[in-house]
């Protein structure tokens, strides 16, 4: 797709768009001329195999769900070395991103049954195009309402396996497929506490288990510890029929230890189901994830919801600007990046969007033998630290220069 307009765009999707363009990779492309925009590609998006990465076929039912539903569709590979002792292990992954469905004002059960209603055409684009892994956006089920501070939003909470769950429940057997479902819980067996949590279901509908989000923002709008407390769930790994995945949620991406230490338990795909928006996280955005997949030889899969969510009632930042009725643009964007340094273009800023990637998980064992950040590691230094840093009367190891304080005579 090109710019925006051309898709006879009205002024409201255009918000979201850059100077009109999808996405930076379409305002690229439909500004240089195609050999410096392979060369911007290469730096930019890396090489995988040393070369740029390959478009793969979409099965044409899946791009009709595209076109019908009005949704953006990408497809990728990223190849690893041919082994002679291993079978090439390729995996097809999905990530979904989208906004919601109706206005935050509409009754509770009627968003929901449009959420539903939206993402199950996505959802069949991906099981048509053969998807063994899916993965949605945070909070899929409900709008963003954490900015608002109003305690009513925590009616749309659910059980582990409560509608949401039962819902993806029915494609993962109907496709054979894994998904990764972010929600809102409500741990009913705990005194109905509430927490941000991505389900697991597995390719036989059933549920292998759940990763509750380990670091709550207290940045601008993001009021999310006014809802729900830290994670209980540490950083487990699923072993599932297509691999291992894990799923670092959110603002878990600014934390390197928390994608270490899924990397650690032998993740080999990690997702990182987001809402977050442009003012606060853009230029972070391209940077954290891909340098977590390099870091720690695994693939991760990056998701943004889409679109402005206006809320009834105004709030305020603390930081002193007027109040206002929206978080700002959640602005899309969702990618793949690879081990070796290698990532997909972003889907669109403002339109919904399944972003696939066929994906050779040799890679992540080919790149810890080239780069070796497991082996030299030193992780004893880092436990030392870690150790006399939780002690009360840690002294920071820091050497001062003698002259520095002398008097000069
Ligand atoms: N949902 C969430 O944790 N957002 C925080 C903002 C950010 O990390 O960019």
Redesign the pocket.
């Known amino acids: 797709m090109e710019k925006s307009e051309e898709n006879g765009s009205t002024d409201e999707k255009q918000r979201g768009s850059i100077c009109g363009y999808n996405s930076l990779q379409h305002l690229l492309s439909e500004n240089l001329n195609p050999q410096l925009y392979q060369e911007v590609s290469r730096l930019l998006l890396g090489m995988n195999c040393g070369k740029a990465l390959e478009t793969i076929v979409i099965p044409e039912s899946a791009k009709a769900l595209s076109s019908k539903h009005d949704f953006d569709l990408q497809a990728f590979e990223f190849s690893a070395d041919k082994e002679l002792l291993r079978e090439p292990r390729v995996v097809r992954v999905g990530l979904i991103q989208n906004s919601i469905a109706l206005p935050t004002t509409a009754p509770f059960s009627d968003q929901k049954k449009a959420l539903f209603e939206k993402l199950g055409p996505i959802i069949d684009a991906a099981g048509a195009s053969g998807v063994n892994i899916l993965c949605l956006q945070?909070a899929w089920m409900m709008p963003?309402a954490?900015c608002t501070r109003e305690k009513r939003w925590c009616e749309l909470a659910e059980p582990v396996n409560g509608e949401s769950t039962q819902f993806l429940q029915e494609f993962a057997r109907k496709y054979n497929m894994v998904i990764v479902s972010p929600i809102l819980e409500r741990d009913i067996n705990h005194g109905e506490t509430l927490w941000n949590t991505a389900v697991i279901i597995g390719n036989n509908g059933n549920i292998i288990g759940k990763h509750r989000?380990n670091h709550?923002?207290r940045?601008?709008d993001?009021n999310?510890s006014t809802y729900y407390m830290e994670g209980n769930t540490g950083h487990p790994v699923f072993e599932t029929a297509y691999g291992k995945i894990a799923v670092n949620?959110?603002?878990g991406?600014?934390h390197p230890l928390n994608w270490l230490a899924f990397g650690l338990n032998g993740a080999e795909i990690v997702f990182n189901p987001?809402?977050?928006?442009g003012e606060?996280?853009e230029p972070?955005w391209p940077i954290e994830a891909r340098n977590a997949a390099i870091a720690n030889s695994y693939f991760v899969g990056s998701i943004n919801r889409v679109g402005t969510e206006i809320f009834p009632n105004p709030f305020t930042s603390g930081d002193g600007k007027p109040q206002h009725s929206d978080f700002g643009h959640f602005y899309g964007s969702s990618h793949f990046s690879a081990p070796d340094a290698s990532c997909t273009p972003s889907l669109s800023r403002f339109k919904d969007g399944l972003v696939i990637s066929d994906m050779d998980i040799n890679l992540c064992r080919q790149m810890k033998d080239k780069w070796g950040f497991r082996m030299t590691a030193r992780y004893e230094l880092y436990a030392d630290m870690f150790g006399r840093y939780l002690k009360p009367d840690f002294e920071p190891q820091v050497i001062t220069d003698p002259l520095l304080h002398k008097k000069s005579s």
Do not use: D, N, Q
Request: net charge neutral.
């Open positions: 945070e963003f954490f989000k709550i923002p940045v601008g993001f999310e949620i959110c603002y991406r600014h987001s809402a977050t928006v606060l996280s972070l």
